[in-house]
């Protein structure tokens, strides 16, 4: 078949499907809505020719010329393009979908308005094309050259860009969603007002990139972005891991969910900043600025934050694990259900913050500034704050089992419901402190002073209070069983209705104190004194009251030793025999 020929039948509307055409000089040829369905064109001249509207929908072109040529709606769907050079086609408005165009010369075309879904264009040169408005969706340009490229507009979902040079490309008012441009060169790329969303910029190159503010699940992990001023951008669920972001602004940026684990973001400022459920795990923020930000809920694991500026925060729920908050300023903040365990306070002000639910387990605190604040809850157990002012505080409902507190100054403290268990209080000063329900069992309370301390209902089981200074103290229904209270002075202390088991108390000063309904029984008291003390229905059975003095004591209606209950206490049950 002849060129004429060819456009004969073409301007007749002759369909020519299926057909075989080759080596021929189409160049200039008017070819407009050509019938070509799975045709196979091979080395044709069709440089400037019209083929705009024609139907190419699974045809082969390979080894053609196209250059200039006209396919604007041009239906190539399913098309298979090798070797052929598009470069400055017009293809606004075809349909690209599912073609193949590896390799493709596309430098300079225009494919604006181009639908381009589930199309191949992996490793082609489009340099410099055009295409805006045009719709790519599932696409594969991997590898291309869309360097200088314009897709303003364009609409780019679940497309592949990985390792792709777009450097001085165009995306402004773009519309990218679940794409990637993993390891893709985007230098001086512009996105502004471009929406991203779940957009992958894995170890890309965005130096000098102009980003918009809309950066939803975004990923960055490992991309190059220069000093980027990200003031103000939405980062939702964006991945920003192993960045370098020093000196970087997110002033008033929404950072919920998003990683930027690993980050180095010494001096970048945060103020008015979102930052809600945010990781920053192992990051640097050594002189970041948090002045107005919200930060709650957020994972700082082994961050670095000394001498950081939190007064005032709302920190419910944010995670210090190992973090180096020493010189810290958290003066006021309120940290609610916070993990602190293991981390550096050294220095830090907590003056007058809230601190409740947390655990400082194992924190170092070295010279740390607890005035005025109140601790609900919280777990000192590991702490050293023997050189720390807790006089006076509200210290309820806390875990210093096992602890040293010993010689500490703890006189005025509210110390309600707190667990001491086998606590180290040798010397510590409790005067005036309340206690009340306080677990004292198998504390070290060894010439601790508690004169005047609310301590009703406690418990001091298995404790020893040798030498200990509990005058005034209100001990009401307090615990004692196994206690050592050897030498301890008790004076005026209200012990009504307490139970002193088998304590051993030989030499105790208990003058005047008030003993109704106390169960003594069992204990060892040789050598008391109980002058003027009122046993009012105490219970001394067998106790051991060798030398103890009773001056002046209400010994009236005192319960003394039941020889029923001293056989039942003795009995045993008889050997089986085999």
Not at 230 to 242: M, R, T, V
Request: aromatic share 6%; net charge negative.
């Amino acid at each position: 078949m002849t060129p004429d020929e060819l456009k004969a039948l073409v301007q007749a509307g002759e369909p020519l499907d299926g057909r075989a055409l080759g080596d021929m000089d189409l160049r200039g040829a008017d070819l407009r809505k050509a019938r070509l369905r799975g045709a196979k064109l091979g080395r044709l001249q069709l440089g400037g020719a019209d083929l705009s509207g024609a139907d190419l929908r699974g045809a082969e072109l390979a080894w053609c010329a196209l250059g200039g040529a006209d396919l604007s709606g041009a239906d190539l769907e399913g098309a298979v393009v090798v070797q052929s050079d598009l470069s400055g086609a017009n293809l606004s408005g075809a349909n690209l979908t599912g073609v193949n165009l590896v390799r493709g010369q596309l430098g300079g075309a225009n494919l604006s308005g181009a639908r381009i879904e589930g199309a191949n264009l992996a490793e082609s040169r489009l340099a410099g094309a055009e295409l805006g408005r045009a719709t790519l969706s599932n696409a594969r340009l991997d590898l291309a050259d869309l360097s200088g490229a314009a897709l303003d507009g364009a609409t780019l979902s679940r497309s592949s860009f990985t390792r792709a040079d777009l450097e001085g490309a165009s995306l402004a008012q773009a519309r990218i969603e679940g794409s990637s441009f993993a390891e893709a060169n985007l230098k001086r790329a512009d996105f502004t007002g471009a929406e991203l969303d779940t957009v992958v910029f894995l170890k890309a190159d965005l130096r000098e990139a102009v980003l918009p503010k809309k950066l939803t699940k975004t990923v960055f992990d490992g991309a190059r972005l220069g000093q980027l001023d990200l003031s103000g951008a939405d980062l939702a669920g964006a991945a920003l891991e192993g960045m370098d972001f020093a000196g970087v602004s997110f002033e008033n940026a929404d950072l919920t969910l998003s990683s930027l684990q690993g980050t180095n973001l010494r001096g970048a400022s945060f103020r008015g900043a979102t930052l809600d459920q945010t990781m920053l795990a192992n990051c640097d923020l050594t002189g970041a600025d948090f002045r107005g930000a919200t930060v709650r809920s957020c994972m700082l694991f082994r961050a670095r934050l000394p001498g950081a500026d939190l007064s005032g925060k709302d920190l419910e729920m944010v995670v210090f694990t190992e973090a180096d908050l020493s010189g810290a300023n958290l003066s006021g903040s309120r940290l609610v259900r916070c993990v602190l365990e293991g981390a550096d306070l050294t220095g830090a002000n907590f003056t007058r913050a809230l601190v409740s639910q947390t655990s400082l387990r194992s924190a170092r605190a070295e010279g740390i500034t607890f005035e005025k604040a109140i601790f609900d809850c919280v777990d000192f157990s590991g702490v050293d704050l023997r050189r720390t002012a807790l006089a006076g505080l509200t210290i309820s409902r806390c875990f210093f089992a096992h602890g040293d507190l010993s010689g500490m100054d703890l006189s005025g403290c509210n110390l309600s419901n707190c667990d001491f268990t086998a606590c180290n209080l040798e010397r510590t000063r409790l005067d005036g402190a309340i206690l009340t329900n306080s677990n004292f069992r198998a504390a070290n309370l060894r010439q601790a002073s508690l004169s005047g301390a609310m301590a009703k209902t406690a418990f001091f089981g298995d404790s020893v209070l040798a030498g200990a200074g509990l005058t005034q103290a209100m001990l009401r229904n307090a615990l004692f069983m196994k206690a050592d209270l050897s030498g301890a002075n008790l004076a005026g202390a209200d012990l009504r209705e307490t139970v002193m088991h088998e304590i051993r108390a030989a030499g105790a000063l208990f003058v005047g104190v008030k003993l109704h309904y106390a169960d003594l029984s069992h204990a060892d008291i040789s050598g008391a004194d109980f002058s003027g003390a009122d046993l009012h229905w105490a219970n001394l059975h067998h106790v051991r009251d060798e030398k103890t003095r009773y001056l002046d004591a209400n010994l009236a209606t005192v319960r003394r030793t039941d020889v029923d209950r001293l056989e039942a206490e003795a009995w045993m049950p008889p050997e089986r025999r085999s």
